[in-house]
């Protein structure tokens, strides 16, 4: 498809946002223009929109090449500009223009629309919550919890004259050869080890200056400021231990049954830590793909086949170079898609090694991709701005879906049903470690005066109540008592996670109407990601064919679909 970024009405076409006083007239214009019709109202708001647009647009690309090489201080510098230059000094004129907007005599006239309602809903959500006191305190908070990212990246192993980044090593871990998955561990483990204090120290900062925020707020923590602060509209405090107890009491006894069988192929009679992502029956790991090019080309195919139009987006992507997926040195860790609104052609970030995770990562963040696609036409930047539990649904769906079409990677039959078979049991092995972090960052911010032992006492107590206990850790305690450290969103987007559990569930849902009507759910899944966010996260579900239900009885429902299909594989 031909993209060309839209012709701007309101803002300087090449406009170069190196100074605050460049971006400054566009607010102010906004601020004090007079809105006396409905239509200038309207143009109001397109005006507004093109200028967020494009400032969130500038702010993603110097995150983007800030990530791609962390190496690069010019690119660091960029972004920290962004983030302590032109974002605090937005932040009070957003809230003045939200006022405005709020007392306008059409803003209510227009609420006959959902799509206006669900946006001036989050509008007056963020006036709720606006303290001009937070606002160098939010950007502290953005450039402070970067610094995971640079510590992230700078970790790596030397093995057999290579230095490996932990992406690449971790590949080791599935060999058959369990010498050389203990020495890989162990550096893995070393290195690691080398950074508990600092991330534990970076932690307690982010920790402190997230808790001033909420109590400058009027709350008492910072969890309770984050719910609402996130827009959860649909669900409470109380649904999310909902989620918790749910996962504990269907999905981990599966999970553990699942891992017995495992061991018992192993033969031993407990795991050791690196043991765990091992074929048991000694096969030698997935690889899929080689290169960057393989996997992106095979995924170009894949997606064609289950609809033409999901082809055509990473083939777009790709001519305009907006693909990054090898991973490298200095690259920071992880995979996003990040969307970009102006032009409405996102980016795909990733650290592509070669193996069977990789292409799972490919697909998922393709499924994000095709819901930029879907919905860029959209007249409002505020309709895109998604809600995690409904951007995870495009992307985990998309896992699902396409598991039908992994035979482009995977010839052998046997290869086919080992990888689909691993996917649907990492989806139980996921959830019970998705469900520990969400608990586990309830516990931090609500007890939000703890100290490091006691935090380490409550991820231990929780690495019971979601674990298997078939895992021996002797010798390497200290590296599941901080295993909690290596995931990102703890650190850069706290609270951000129970939407995979909430997504998983209804990505599996999709995924099940598939099997029954391929077409339809098909369509379907589309519907839902045009909406973007122009309804409710229950009205998207529905429009998706699925529900928006974590309750014990509908996660049993859906563990049950699961383990029908892996008696099947």
């Known amino acids: 498809m031909e993209i060309n970024k839209p012709k701007r009405s309101f803002v300087e076409q090449n406009l170069t946002i190196d100074k605050w006083e460049s971006v400054e007239p566009y607010f102010t214009n ?40 962390t190496k690069d201080e010019d690119l660091s510098n960029a972004y920290t500009f962004f983030v302590t230059e032109i974002q605090p000094k937005i932040a009070p004129l957003e809230d003045q223009l939200n006022k405005k907007l709020n007392n306008s005599e059409f803003t209510k006239e227009l609420e006959s629309d959902s799509a206006f309602a669900i ?77 508990v204090s600092a991330l534990n120290e970076l932690f307690d900062s982010l920790l402190q200056k997230r808790h001033q925020i909420a109590v400058n707020a009027g709350f008492k923590n910072f969890r309770d ?26 999905i981990v006894p599966i999970s553990k049954k699942i891992q017995s069988e495992r061991l018992e192929k192993l033969g031993k ?12 029956e000694g096969k030698e790991p997935l690889k899929p793909f080689k290169t960057g090019d393989e996997l992106l080309q095979g995924t170009v195919e894949m997606f064609n086949k289950i609809d033409p139009y999901f082809g055509d987006c990473l083939s777009t992507m790709n001519k305009m170079q907006h693909l990054d997926l090898e991973s490298k040195d200095g690259k920071s860790p992880g995979g996003y898609n990040y969307p970009l609104y102006e032009i409405g052609v996102p980016f795909i970030f990733m650290n592509a090694v070669g193996s069977q995770q990789d292409l799972v ?37 998309m896992e699902l879906l396409s598991m039908e079409e992994w035979g482009q990677f995977y010839p052998v039959e046997q290869d086919l049903k080992r990888a689909k078979k691993e996917q649907l049991e990492s989806i139980l092995k996921i959830l019970p470690w998705i469900a520990q972090v969400d608990e586990f960052q309830h516990w931090l911010y609500v007890n939000f005066d703890h100290t490091i032992a006691q935090r380490t006492e409550k991820w231990l107590s929780l690495s019971e109540e979601y674990g298997t206990g078939l895992t021996d850790w002797t010798g390497y305690e200290d590296a599941l008592e901080t295993s ?16 995979y559990g909430i997504a998983q569930l209804g990505a599996l849902g999709v995924w099940k109407n598939s099997l029954e009507n391929k077409s339809l759910a098909i369509n379907q899944y589309k519907d839902a990601l045009k909406v973007a966010y122009t309804k409710s996260i229950p009205e998207i579900y529905t429009i998706a064919g699925i529900k928006f239900n974590f309750t014990t009885k509908h996660i049993k429902n859906l563990a049950d679909f699961v383990e029908q299909q892996l008696l099947e594989l």
């Open 361 to 397: 990562t490919m697909v998922h963040e393709g499924g994000h991709a095709i819901h930029s696609f879907l919905s860029r036409d959209l007249k409002l930047t505020g309709f895109k701005s998604l809600p995690s539990e409904v951007a995870e649904l495009a992307s985990m769906s």
């Open 30 to 69: 906004l601020l004090e223009r007079k809105v006396e019709t409905k239509e200038a109202f309207l143009k109001w708001l397109q005006d507004q929109s093109e200028l967020e647009a494009i400032l969130e647009e500038d702010a993603a690309w110097r995150y983007i090449k800030m990530t791609i090489n």
């Open 119 to 195: 946006l001036f809903r989050s509008i007056r959500k963020a006036l709720e919550l606006y303290r001009e006191e937070n606002v160098p305190l939010v950007a502290e908070v953005s450039e402070e919890s970067q610094k995971f990212g640079v510590i992230s990246a700078a970790q790596n192993i030397e093995h057999e004259g290579e230095k490996l980044t932990m992406q690449k090593a971790s590949i080791l871990l599935k060999e058959t050869d369990e010498d050389l998955r203990k020495t890989i561990f162990d550096k893995i483990y070393n290195r690691r080890k080398t950074d």
């Open 225 to 250: 400021y984050k719910m609402e602060a996130m827009g959860r509209f649909d669900y409470t405090v109380q649904d999310c231990y909902d989620f918790h107890e749910s996962v504990k009491n269907v």
């Open 269 to 280: 009679p407990k795991f050791k830590p690196w043991d765990l992502s091992v074929d048991p």
């Open 484 to 499: 909690w450290q290596r995931q990102l969103h703890i650190f850069e987007v706290p609270f951000y996670y129970i939407e």
